[in-house]
């Protein structure tokens, strides 16, 4: 019965994502064309044109969240708008390739500038942007930065139901990245594996692991890089407090000046905007076996035991 009942919720979901896409505020998020990028190259930021930036490691609801900038009409709210390049930069940045950036930063740069110009603020958020916390925030200036980040056990089951490392069970002996055949380039670059003699016991690993492994990593190394940067305001975002919290969303509008404020109901139709629901996960903690929960909290207490210490300060 319960499956059943997902299974038609699931559905409804759909049709009203689906609904969204012919929206006025869908029309805001179609990624631009560098034709039209390069248009907006010599805009000139004003005190009143405000930049976010947001990172997180992936189903951490920042599709969400972007959706709550981009329903407001000085807003654009972003999540993955270039996710082709912004995941061949997290591939360049975890492997330290000798490849240059600026080309990623001017595209990321023209896109804010384009927002400002056209609806004076612009919120961009991608998990690909990761592992560039600190050059990104050195290169773009940003009014804000957020750190969105969710349960490490809902994270890991969502992430698991992805098909993520779904293609290593039977690889057990690599020495570098793969090219990944099974779907597209993009998750080529999108799914990273360990660097150095880590990567050996990490093929070792169950599935489970491998993505606590990269839960735990990409965490880190934002929460780290959050802690140097000075001179911005640093907001934390934890998925299980804000979701679907009316009083968070009034604070975030107090912040940043959201013009026609949405109500409680609006407010809680903003998820079905978002695509990418959590739906019927196929193998959640309580399934789990004994090995992968001890490698789950063994690979946490050894990588990043902060999350319990986190707190979303909207």
Sequence with gaps: MLILLNQVNNFFYKIKNKLFNFSSEAKKLKRPSYNELIKYQNFQRKDNNILALSFGAGRSGQNWFSKIFNSHTNWVGTCERFADYEAFYRYVCFYNLPIS?????????????????KYQNSFISSPYLSFGVEELTIKLKPNSIFFNIRNPIQTVESLFNKGWYLNFNNQKEIYSPMIDISDSQYRSFSRIVPKGEFLKEWLSLTRI?????FWSVVNNTIYNDFNKIQKVDKFFVKLEEVNQNYNIYEKLSKKFNFENKLTESQFYKVLNKASNNDTNLIHTYKNWNNLEK????NIINNIFPHYDKISTNI
Excluded at 103 to 115: P, W, Y
């Design 101 to 117: 950036k600026d080309g990623f930063f001017n595209l990321i740069e023209l896109s804010s500038k384009r927002d400002m110009a």
């Design 209 to 213: 692991g491998k993505i606590t492994w």
């Design 294 to 297: 001890k490698e789950f909290e």
